[in-house]
């Protein structure tokens, strides 16, 4: 049997030859096909007919792939350049690279594989397409349209898979903007606790503390830069209790669990803005104040020191939050019992006031604040016995220094990278 011809009707180009005894199809593209760039022609071996998956009828004979087919000439060409392509029923897939040019096969039933999973993917997409669609129209136009049985949020909520697709980008290290490395510093603490318990991190702390992963040394250095940059800019206190609120539980590894007043039912300007539970289950308070919080103020008549006015309020504060706990505290155990799944022992809480650095206790942090002729006789010792007086003298609230619980969170950070 002769070749069959078979051409373009309205250019009366040759676009098809088939070779009936040989079983070859010569099917070249068309210079109207946006295909025609990336390659001229494709040779069908084992067949006397056009297979499935290219265009072979009407006015667009010759153009091609159909539907997400066109990928694989445009992806094959940005990688290859020059190809000729085969497609054979019996011949294996491979790729020769010749002289000039590659010499591309791909087996007849590895591009059905292929085209089959591309037009899943189009079918799925449209779908999704159609079903986004009705969805917002039910929204806009309820008494017109309803709700399609599986709606699909309509406030852009995120969607399984994505952020696996963003990270898979090539340079995406390299060029975060400030906004992306904002929400991803926002972000990953959220995301260490959705992956431990609901109120926080008791799991997450043990796998910190086990793991030796370059994620979690960069996480916790972050937390460190982070500080520093606040005490920098030294913000209102509102700011240091969201960061203490975030990250206390790495600070201080004796705790497991922080409880936030919105969590118990009993009034709540009454409670703390936060409690924290122990490894024994025992329930403390803590009141937070700034890193520049002033400490202490010295009696120059009677040559000591005594709590400032805003340290001697945070005390008062403090012990007024430890009553108020100690008598509600059937109602608290029962409400973080019953609720939240937490068995917690509310017995003589501890108060914690963290405010201040450790420099407040050298002599030098007072030279503004004392009259010089007494300044010239006190001495580091006097300033640290004076603190240690004072906090001694308390008796259920302790001061925790800022820079004590940096250090924590530095040996921490020595351990795990060891």
Do not use: C
């Amino acid at each position: 049997m002769k070749n069959k011809v078979i051409k373009n009707l309205k250019t009366k180009e040759a676009l098809i030859t088939i070779n009936y005894v040989k079983e070859i199809v010569n099917y070249k593209i068309s210079k109207q096909s946006a295909q025609y760039k990336q390659l001229k022609a494709i040779t069908i071996k084992g067949f006397t007919d056009v297979p499935t998956g290219l265009r072979k009828k009407g006015d667009y004979l010759g153009f091609g792939f159909t539907g997400q087919g066109y990928r694989l000439v445009d992806t094959l060409y940005k990688k290859l350049g020059n190809y000729e392509l085969t497609i054979p029923k019996k011949d294996k897939t491979s790729l020769k690279k010749l002289k000039t040019k590659y010499n591309v096969t791909i087996n007849d039933t590895d591009l059905k594989r292929l085209l089959n999973h591309l037009r899943q993917i189009t079918n799925d997409k449209s779908s999704e397409l159609r079903l986004t669609v009705s969805s917002y129209l039910h929204e806009f136009f309820s008494t017109f349209f309803v709700k399609p049985a599986a709606a699909v949020a309509t406030t852009g909520a995120y969607k399984r898979g994505e952020l696996a697709d963003v990270l898979d980008k090539s340079g995406i290290d390299s060029n975060l903007s400030k906004l992306d490395k904002d929400k991803l510093d926002a972000f990953y603490p959220k995301y260490l606790k959705s992956t431990t318990s609901n109120l926080a991190t008791k799991n997450k702390l043990l796998a910190l503390n086990k793991s030796k992963s370059k994620t979690q040394v960069i996480y916790l250095e972050s937390i460190l830069k982070e500080y520093v940059a606040k005490r920098r800019i030294n913000p209102p206190e509102s700011r240091w209790q969201e960061f203490l609120k975030e990250y206390i539980l790495l600070f201080n590894l004796n705790y497991t669990d922080i409880i936030e007043k919105a969590n118990i039912s009993v009034v709540k300007d009454k409670m703390p803005d936060f409690m924290l539970i122990d490894a024994y289950s025992y329930l403390d308070i803590f009141e937070i104040k700034k890193p520049t919080t002033p400490l202490m103020e010295f009696d120059d008549s009677r040559n000591n020191f005594y709590w400032s006015e805003e340290m001697a309020k945070a005390i008062a504060q403090t012990e007024s939050y430890i009553y108020n706990v100690s008598k509600n505290a059937p109602t608290i155990k029962d409400d973080l019992e019953t609720y939240k799944g937490i068995d917690v022992r509310v017995i003589k809480p501890r108060g914690y006031i963290i405010a201040g650095e450790t420099d407040q206790l050298k002599k030098d942090y007072y030279k503004t604040k004392i009259k010089k002729d007494k300044f010239s006789s006190v001495t580091n010792i006097q300033v640290q016995n004076g603190f240690r007086l004072l906090n001694e003298s308390l008796r259920s609230v302790s001061v925790v220094f800022y820079d004590e619980l940096i250090s924590n969170l530095k040996s921490f950070l020595t351990r795990i990278k060891k």
